[in-house]
């Protein structure tokens, strides 16, 4: 639940694309050149429609990739806005009551976008005017169209958020205006949960009724076990420790909260985000001590998934631990959870409790390990499309 209110790697590595070759994922579905047919071209979110933009070539495969979403700008305006849009959505918030809707109106709107605004300023690209997660997820869709070059103009690659902008329905009109009449949408969750997963397929399905001539759709389902996502998480892990100045005693991995009642209805998250670090423990060869799971970004009073990351981190330290590090296995890319929350709140605390080291490690983001990832998934989905 990437940036979502309650609470890169470098962007100047090299594309993926030259990981085209079959050695350098040798588990991937191998591409077939298309050599008559100019590059596959990325949708421009923001310039679609827009005056003196020369129309794009005609597509018939639609690759959209979505993540949550993130204010428009790091003000308490916007930041009311988008929080409203998340908080009202049903899948994420169960409560239909009246108090309710006084509370969220009347209180949590208007403390925590103020509060909220802070915390964004100090992460915000100010250089783009948009919060890194927008930039990393643009940079995963113009990545991604490289990589799929090989395939030919025929495949057109978007990207979209599922709260603020840029909408899915304003990028499926945009994919479906160019001619594609066979979308693949990537919700970038390994795990999967109602209130990530399911409220983009409810998006999409949203917008496809109101047509009469409806796409086909495949939907990437959740990641969680795939070996490939369980290797790059630990080779990638790996890489970033061997770069720190200190050895951790204990490795964290801290994936977003939900409310228990959530579970006890049938949602699987908190069982795939045991089987995610499961097989990452059995990756790496530690044991439950040494790579502990733990979920952050608590809303409300209400029980939610434990143990606490905030809660961990004062105990490992009171009980003598001094270098500490955290991933976040669930979030494709760096946000507010990962760059605010985990970064700064979590260190401050593990640190005025008695730790000494603390390091947060970027998730896959855009980088070259990232980009294989979701190249991986996209031809697995695409196979017989393409």
Same mark, same amino acid.
């Given at each position: 639940?990437?940036?979502?209110?309650?609470?890169?790697?470098?962007?100047?590595?090299?594309?993926?694309?030259?990981?085209?070759?079959?050695?350098?994922?040798?588990?991937?579905?191998?591409?077939?050149?298309?050599?008559?047919?100019?590059?596959?071209?990325?949708?421009?979110?923001?310039?679609?429609?827009?005056? @003196?933009?020369?129309?794009?070539?005609?597509?018939?495969?639609?690759?959209?990739?979505?993540?949550? +979403?993130?204010?428009?700008?790091?003000?308490?305006?916007?930041i009311r806005r988008y929080l409203k849009e998340f908080l009202t959505d049903p899948r994420v918030i169960e409560k239909k009551s009246l108090l309710w809707k006084i509370v969220l109106n009347g209180i949590i709107l208007p403390l925590?976008?103020? *509060?909220?605004?802070?915390?964004?300023?100090?992460?915000?690209?100010?250089?783009?005017?948009?919060?890194?997660?927008?930039?990393?997820? *643009?940079?995963?869709?113009?990545?991604?169209?490289?990589?799929?070059?090989?395939? +030919?103009?025929?495949?057109?690659?978007?990207?979209?958020?599922?709260?603020?902008?840029?909408?899915?329905?304003?990028?499926?009109?945009?994919?479906?205006?160019?001619?594609?009449?066979?979308?693949?949408?990537?919700?970038?969750?390994?795990?999967?949960?109602?209130?990530?997963?399911?409220?983009?397929?409810?998006?999409?399905?949203?917008?496809?009724?109101?047509?009469?001539?409806?796409?086909?759709?495949?939907?990437?389902?959740?990641?969680?076990?795939?070996?490939?996502?369980?290797?790059?998480?630990?080779?990638?892990?790996?890489?970033?420790?061997?770069?720190?100045?200190?050895?951790?005693?204990?490795?964290?991995?801290?994936?977003? @909260?939900?409310?228990?009642?959530?579970?006890?209805? +049938?949602?699987?998250?908190?069982?795939?985000?045991?089987?995610?670090?499961?097989?990452?423990?059995?990756?790496?060869?530690?044991?439950?001590?040494?790579?502990?799971?733990?979920?952050?970004?608590?809303?409300? *009073?209400?029980?939610?998934?434990?143990?606490?990351?905030?809660?961990?981190?004062?105990?490992?330290?009171?009980?003598?631990?001094?270098?500490?590090?955290?991933l976040t296995p669930g979030f494709s890319a760096d946000c507010l959870e990962t760059l605010e929350e985990i970064a700064v709140d979590n260190a401050r605390v593990f640190k005025r409790y008695g730790g000494e080291n603390f390091a947060a490690i970027p998730c896959l983001n855009d980088s070259e390990a990232g980009m294989l990832l979701i190249r991986?998934?996209?031809?697995?989905?695409?196979?017989?499309?393409?």
């Open positions: 639940m990437n940036d979502s209110p309650p609470n890169s790697k470098s962007e100047g590595e090299a594309t993926a694309a030259a990981a085209l070759s079959a050695d350098a994922a040798p588990s991937a579905p191998t591409l077939q050149l298309v050599e008559a047919e100019p590059a596959p071209s990325m949708v421009p979110a923001s310039d679609a429609g827009a005056a @003196g933009v020369a129309p794009l070539a005609a597509a018939e495969i639609g690759v959209l990739l979505v993540n949550l +979403g993130t204010p428009d700008a790091a003000d308490a305006k916007a925590r976008s103020r *509060r909220k605004a802070r915390d964004y300023q100090q992460i915000w690209n100010r250089e783009k005017n948009e919060s890194p997660f927008k930039t990393i997820t *643009r940079s995963q869709a113009e990545k991604l169209a490289g990589i799929l070059e090989p395939l +030919g103009r025929h495949v057109a690659v978007d990207w979209a958020m599922r709260y603020a902008n840029p909408s899915i329905a304003s990028r499926l009109e945009a994919l479906i205006a160019r001619g594609c009449s066979r979308i693949l949408v990537m919700p970038l969750y390994p795990q999967y949960a109602a209130p990530t997963t399911a409220t983009v397929c409810d998006e999409v399905y949203r917008y496809v009724m109101r047509l009469r001539r409806q796409p086909a759709l495949r939907i990437l389902p959740a990641y969680y076990d795939d070996p490939y996502y369980i290797e790059v998480l630990a080779s990638t892990l790996k890489a970033e420790l061997r770069a720190l100045p200190f050895a951790p005693d204990v490795i964290v991995a801290s994936y977003h @909260g939900m409310p228990k009642q959530y579970v006890l209805k +049938g949602d699987p998250y908190e069982s795939q985000c045991v089987t995610t670090t499961r097989l990452l423990r059995e990756q790496l060869g530690l044991d439950e001590t040494k790579l502990m799971m733990t979920f952050q970004s608590r809303f409300g *009073r209400g029980r939610w998934l434990a143990p606490y990351t905030i809660k961990t981190m004062k105990a490992l330290a009171k009980k003598g631990v001094k270098n500490l590090v955290v991986q998934l996209a031809m697995r989905e695409l196979k017989g499309w393409v």
